[in-house]
């Protein structure tokens, strides 16, 4: 076994924090756990650092407890309604006589694609190889080294956020004495969790439903053609439920989880729902029918906003994996039946793959992007020279 | 040569809108088991009280009703058996309603399945939220005085139940064709046209128009129709397409020949075409069937593109037989008792708890107020929309917690 690493979500709902062995042969073994319900955070930004903190060390003192390590070093898994994406082509000429292209010059088209202009405040998070382009071939290639050609191109996703935002972020690592050595989205860390490569090849659209963000990623020929963050989750649904049902948010909160639902039932339409009474507000009853009609119109809504970005920058209308639903809100009643209907494809529940250990992570899609993170870890760890996905973020602010 | 309004760059495919086609009984399956291979985008069920004779449908989908009631013997036409059948398969019912926001029924009116069952299943999809069309063939007249008669019954309580009723009679096709034409085929021309225009309606309302004509276009006509409708479609390609197009259309049978498009009050017309058609199509279309209507009659006019038509033109036109001109009551959808409850509730709010729900209705809509634990933060923007804001609220969604509030 390698030396256990560590990685921290600080969620909006929940800090959570997880510990892994990983084999030598890729393997992961999850060895400790730890989760403190979140406070301080809001659309997955720091919104309170003295609250936030105070949860962060509470989850990581339950983690090292839990697997018996001193946490000095996590993986960040950071998310945001703040980042965006950018395809940016780089062009170069091939030089050598022969024409035949080498890595220096797929090293060098890469650099070319990296070469974006942002806003001031804007950082580059991670740039993602594409296909590569030769003259002017439509079709693209995944490794151009050793074909010919005189011009070669390549299109760079480029995922790009506030830098203040993720500097608060780091902050409260800092601030709970742990130093963050790796950062990624939340996202790319689902699909690595979670999509297995047949899946990435035929194309699929997942969809991490967290509490205060709603993170996708668009596979496509077995490249990433589109990548953000919407800043709406399942918060939302707590909050619309609060306000249209006159309800505190704890009573929204236990109504939405034990009993609502992304459609509508209609052979529960006419049941009512006892709501028990909490300080400021009475007991009373709700009708089933008003419950999933405001999850039913917030869900739609999410999803057809997916949609309309998928439509909007995926040329590839065909997705064999279909849609896969990662995050907390995967595990709301019929949401794979609204998924299907809205995107008019198959969908089901990504859990995480090749990790073993204590059964919570493993067998729940919340921690997708933990486990995700851990694989990217040993990745990143493992290769001297890193793979398609580079964090440039640490090195500008701390290189 | 193309024009602006028709060249490529102008295509938009709307967002498919769900829609399924449920044949009722043996005759409403038989009518459209065609469907399904030609018309592969929409969705099919058949639902009937015979096992037999639903075994013999190709849908993926099917439901047969009352299977306790009645052992998948049909109800030979007992409206108390129908009743049966259908509460004893309610779940299966609204779980097949589910997910769609339009539901076609297609039934023969002269049948035990079709004429009794059939309008307690357009009472139930109401009551799922969905909107109702009714495709229904009326028997000849040769059929007897008892068919007739439940006939007769029968479109009166699809009509009740459905947002709009439209009706093939065989009589009127039967008139097309010489007099020595064979049942079976007569059958299956029905099912041809039923096919043709209903699917194309389907069609039109989930391509990408051109010129718009949605769903509440087509269901506000329906409206003021007074219920009942007669819908064809008519097709052609080829240099002289529009002449013949338009032949074809005015000596229609299910529109008397165009008698009944000359005197109708309101006519929908939606037009499919290729990519290339030119805008002097739109403009001899319209020309020509505003010249055989009357002057005060209304006109919905709509043009829809799919690449998939190349040089073919079709006509998919709704005409109201009856025109009231005024919004039709819309049918009263059957409720739980908590439901019924709660309308008769609404209905004997005083004013002053009418205006009070209205009033906290407004206050939830105000943005002051409807942000909640979002408000001190940075709002999500996306195209304009605050999405903060529930969207239930942005949706104008009215819930019943309000009303039992006011009271």
């Keep these: 076994m390698a030396h256990p690493i560590a990685v921290l979500e600080v969620g909006t709902s929940e800090v959570r924090v997880l510990v892994a062995e990983p084999r030598e042969d890729g393997h992961l073994m999850i060895t400790g756990i730890g989760r403190s319900p979140s406070s301080g955070v809001r659309k997955s930004e720091v919104v309170d650092l003295e609250n936030a903190k105070v949860c962060v060390k509470k989850a990581l003192l339950e983690a090292e407890e839990n697997a018996q390590v001193s946490i000095q070093e996590v993986l960040l898994v950071f998310s945001g309604d703040h980042i965006r994406q950018v395809v940016n082509r780089g062009t170069i000429n091939v030089m050598s006589d022969d024409r035949v292209i080498t890595a220096e010059e797929r090293e060098e088209v890469m650099e070319a694609a990296r070469a974006v202009t942002l806003p001031h405040d804007q950082e580059i998070l991670h740039s993602i190889c594409g296909q590569f382009y030769i003259d002017d071939q439509t079709g693209g290639v995944l490794n151009p080294d050793g074909m010919s050609g005189s011009r070669l191109s390549l299109d760079m996703l480029i995922l790009y956020g506030h830098s203040n935002r993720l500097r608060n972020m780091l902050r409260l690592a800092d601030e709970a004495a742990v130093e963050v050595t790796e950062i990624a989205f939340g996202g790319l860390c689902c699909g690595l969790s979670v999509l297995t490569p047949q899946q990435k090849e035929v194309g699929g659209i997942l969809i991490d439903m967290g509490a205060g963000t709603t993170d996708y990623v668009v596979y496509s020929d077995k490249v990433i053609a589109l990548a953000g963050s919407l ?18 948010t704890a009573q929204a909160e236990r109504l939405k989880v034990k009993y609502g639902a992304a459609m509508v039932d209609l052979s529960s339409r006419g049941r009512r729902i006892p709501i028990p009474p909490e300080t400021g507000f009475r007991a009373q009853e709700v009708l089933s029918r008003d419950v999933n009609t405001i999850m039913h119109a917030r869900m739609e809504e999410i999803f057809e906003l997916v949609k309309a970005q998928v439509r909007k920058e995926v040329k590839k209308k065909n997705f064999g994996a279909g849609v896969i639903l990662t995050g907390g809100g995967a595990r709301m009643n019929r949401v794979q039946d609204l998924a299907s209907r809205v995107f008019e494809m198959p969908c089901h529940i990504g859990y995480p793959k090749e990790v073993s250990g204590l059964a919570l992570p493993t067998e729940s899609p919340e921690y997708a992007s933990l486990v995700g993170m851990l694989k990217y870890g040993v990745r990143t760890r493992n290769s001297a020279v890193r793979g398609p996905l580079i964090g440039t973020f640490l090195r500008k602010l701390f290189g | 040569m193309t024009t602006p309004l028709l060249t490529e760059s102008s295509i938009h495919l709307r967002d498919a809108l769900p829609i399924l086609f449920v044949g009722v009984g043996h005759a409403g399956g038989k009518l459209i088991a065609h469907l399904p291979k030609r018309v592969t985008e929409l969705s099919y069920a058949a639902v009937d009280t015979d096992r037999a004779s639903l075994d013999e449908l190709p849908f993926d989908r099917k439901i047969l009703l009352g299977d306790v009631a009645t052992g998948g013997m049909g109800t030979g036409g007992n409206p108390e058996l129908a009743q049966s059948c259908v509460e004893e398969s309610e779940d299966s019912l609204y779980a097949l309603f589910q997910g769609f926001r339009v539901v076609i029924l297609v039934a023969g009116l002269g049948g035990g399945t079709g004429g009794t069952v059939g309008p307690l299943l357009a009472d139930r999809a109401r009551e799922a939220g969905l909107i109702v069309i009714s495709a229904l063939v009326q028997p000849l007249e040769a059929e007897g005085g008892s068919r007739r008669n439940l006939a007769e019954s029968a479109l009166s309580g699809y009509r009740d139940a459905s947002d709009a009723v439209m009706l093939f009679p065989l009589d009127s096709l039967k008139a097309a064709e010489d007099p020595s034409m064979l049942l079976s085929r007569l059958l299956k021309r029905c099912g041809m046209e039923i096919g043709r225009s209903i699917g194309g309606l389907a069609v039109l309302l989930r391509s990408g128009w051109l010129i718009p004509l949605t769903l509440q276009d087509v269901v506000q006509t329906m409206h003021r129709a007074d219920g009942y409708c007669r819908l064809v479609a008519v097709s052609a390609d080829g240099e002289d397409r529009l002449t013949r197009v338009l032949d074809q259309l005015f000596t229609h049978p299910l529109l008397d020949k165009g008698s009944l498009l000359a005197h109708s009050g309101g006519i929908v017309l939606g037009m499919l075409c290729g990519p290339l058609t030119p805008v002097q199509d739109l403009e001899r279309v319209s020309f020509e069937v ?22 073919h033109l079709a006509l998919v036109v709704m005409v109201a037989e009856h025109w009231s001109g005024k919004p039709r009551a819309l049918p009263q959808v059957e409720t739980t008792a908590d439901e019924a409850k709660a309308e008769s509730e609404d209905e004997t709010l005083t004013v002053a708890e009418k205006k009070k729900m209205i009033q906290s209705e407004i206050e939830l809509a105000s943005p002051a107020k409807n942000k909640g634990r979002f408000k001190d933060i940075q709002p999500t923007i996306v195209e304009g929309a605050d999405l903060d804001t529930p969207t239930f609220i942005r949706k104008g969604l009215r819930l019943s917690f309000h009303k039992e509030r006011a009271k």
Excluded: M, P, Y
């Design chain 2, 290 to 311: 505003r010249k055989v209507l009357r002057s005060d009659a209304e006109l919905k006019i709509g043009v829809a593109q799919d690449e998939r038509f190349g040089q």
């Design chain 1, 231 to 248: 800043g709406v989750g399942g918060d939302h649904l707590t909050n619309d439920l609060a306000l249209g049902l006159n309800l505190s």
